[in-house]
């Protein structure tokens, strides 16, 4: 099987589209039909139900997602390592829900490369699921995630935690003012959810977003406020973005997850114990 027919799967799902994956993968659209015919037919199934504007995966589909995921998640780690490999070094790769790169994980890499300088990196922004199913295939050698993973065979570790709070363009207004006017609910997992809900059991936000910076930018662009982490909004504060003084805080914990005995446990050790003091 190409592996181009499993990156081309992946991204006729994740658009929905076919020509903006021919876009995304800088094919043309004959190509990307061909290959996912093409696969369809290897596989004896249909993978995608074709509408033109609803691009959506059937139910084989959906069970081959996963399997399309893993396959290529060992395949890249396979080509890192044999890339290293020439030079006598093992990459070690993390793995992270995209919002927790926004928040504090970036500032993680600097602090890895003055541990252990000699060490090759590599960084992703994947989904829970994905993550998981990356560690038990050994493609990332540590993850984070926000809600504790319900696994065997991991390891899980508190990490850091974090404040949430609600912020606003307009400087002094109340709570009741800031969800009426232009709020944007943020995606902070699923214990954030629960909590949001406790505190606004009825309310029904015009806009959801997925990811912590861009709710940022469209705030200070637009106007509007927002559940966002005070280490992200710390420059803005009192200047483009104010507390809403009378809103609740939401504590937000995350977790390092991590196969026991990997290749590179002694930099997971490390890492864990600098950041649990």
Same mark, same amino acid.
């Given at each position: 099987?190409?592996?181009?027919?499993?990156?081309?799967?992946?991204?006729?799902?994740?658009?929905?589209? &076919? +020509?903006?994956?021919?876009?995304?993968? &800088?094919?043309?659209?004959?190509?990307?039909?061909?290959?996912?015919?093409?696969?369809?037919?290897?596989?004896?199934?249909?993978?995608?139900?074709r509408?033109r504007?609803?691009?959506?995966?059937?139910?084989?589909?959906?069970?081959?997602?996963?399997?399309?995921?893993?396959?290529?998640?060992?395949?890249?780690?396979?080509?890192?390592?044999?890339?290293?490999?020439?030079? +006598?070094?093992?990459?070690f790769?993390?793995?992270?829900?995209?919002?927790?790169?926004?928040?504090?994980?970036?500032?993680?890499?600097?602090?890895? *490369?003055?541990?252990?300088?000699?060490?090759?990196?590599?960084a992703?922004?994947?989904?829970?699921?994905?993550?998981?199913?990356?560690?038990?295939?050994?493609?990332?050698?540590?993850?984070?995630?926000?809600?504790?993973?319900?696994?065997?065979?991991?390891?899980?570790?508190? &990490?850091?935690?974090?404040?949430?709070?609600?912020?606003?363009?307009?400087?002094?207004?109340?709570l009741?003012?800031a969800?009426?006017?232009?709020?944007?609910?943020?995606?902070?997992?699923?214990s954030?959810?629960?909590?949001?809900a406790?505190? &606004?059991?009825?309310? *029904?936000?015009?806009?959801?977003?997925?990811?912590?910076?861009?709710?940022?930018?469209?705030? *200070?662009?637009?106007? +509007?406020s927002?559940?966002?982490?005070?280490?992200?909004?710390?420059?803005?504060?009192?200047?483009?973005?104010?507390?809403?003084?009378?809103?609740?805080?939401?504590?937000?914990?995350?977790?390092?997850?991590?196969?026991?005995?990997?290749?590179?446990?002694?930099?997971?050790?490390?890492?864990?114990s600098?950041?649990?003091?």
């Amino acid at each position: 099987m190409d592996i181009n027919f499993l990156r081309t799967f992946l991204e006729v799902h994740r658009t929905c589209h &076919f +020509g903006k994956a021919a876009e995304n993968l &800088f094919v043309t659209q004959s190509t990307v039909s061909a290959r996912i015919r093409q696969l369809e037919e290897e596989l004896g199934v249909k993978l995608f139900y074709r509408d033109r504007n609803n691009i959506q995966l059937t139910a084989a589909g959906q069970k081959f997602l996963r399997h399309a995921e893993s396959i290529l998640n060992v395949w890249n780690r396979a080509r890192m390592d044999i890339h290293f490999l020439e030079e +006598g070094r093992q990459p070690f790769v993390i793995g992270a829900i995209p919002s927790l790169w926004d928040i504090y994980l970036q500032d993680l890499l600097p602090v890895i *490369k003055k541990q252990f300088p000699d060490l090759p990196i590599a960084a992703e922004a994947i989904t829970t699921d994905n993550l998981i199913r990356q560690l038990y295939d050994q493609s990332i050698d540590l993850g984070f995630t926000y809600d504790y993973p319900q696994v065997t065979d991991l390891v899980i570790s508190e &990490f850091m935690s974090f404040e949430l709070i609600m912020v606003s363009s307009i400087k002094s207004t109340t709570l009741m003012k800031a969800l009426k006017s232009n709020y944007i609910y943020v995606n902070w997992g699923t214990s954030y959810a629960n909590e949001h809900a406790r505190h &606004f059991p009825d309310l *029904k936000p015009d806009m959801k977003l997925g990811l912590g910076h861009v709710a940022l930018e469209y705030i *200070k662009r637009n106007g +509007g406020s927002a559940y966002l982490p005070e280490p992200m909004i710390s420059q803005e504060l009192g200047h483009s973005l104010y507390r809403v003084e009378d809103a609740p805080a939401i504590n937000r914990k995350s977790f390092a997850v991590y196969r026991e005995g990997s290749n590179h446990a002694d930099v997971v050790e490390t890492l864990l114990s600098l950041y649990s003091r």
